[in-house]
């Protein structure tokens, strides 16, 4: 009986170790994925909107240079989670470079996320579609974590900052350009 509610104790102090603290998750200011109702496609007013955690990591263009979402600061950002084995992923990424290509000029940026990847193929991925934005290259999927509440396993989600680093907008699965860019242009003239 003392065996068992030891290793009760040991089964419920990992929970209450995360519940308190200023690290706590549920901090109000900080964003958290919810879909009401199961919806695909979120935008947030301006008085709703939360910082998004600093994503930061290891760049999958230039192994051994960090990059971070804060390199990005005052401009909008599409930031696109992806993997070299999501076939979505493969089909939207032209519309992410005509994006990235036209937006240079106009503060608007695309940054890649790319999880639970193999480095070979995630690099072969960039190179073989000629892909010009950089990426966040997190194979252990610990970078995107930190966007609570998105379903990970459900690549591509792509999320538009603005310039505040708060998120504007969130797409679950692949995006058109026709589906991205009004907001873009939107978020960009707040």
Known sequence: MRFARLLL????????ACATGKDAAGRSDTFEFVS???????????????????????SLREPGKDISLADYSGKVVLLNL???WCGPCRAESRTLQAIADSGRGRGIRVLGLNVRDNPKYAADFV??????????????????LQLRGLPLAAVPISLVVDKQQRVAAVYLGAVLRTDVQPTLDRVLAE
């Open 9 to 16: 104790l040991l089964a419920l102090l990992p929970l209450t």
């Open 36 to 58: 009401p109702g199961g919806q695909t496609t979120i935008h947030y007013p301006v008085p709703q909107r939360k910082k998004v955690a600093n994503l930061k990591g290891q």
């Open 82 to 84: 992806w993997g070299a």
């Open 127 to 144: 190179k073989d579609l000629k892909l010009g934005y950089e990426s966040i290259f997190d194979p252990s999927g610990r970078v995107a």
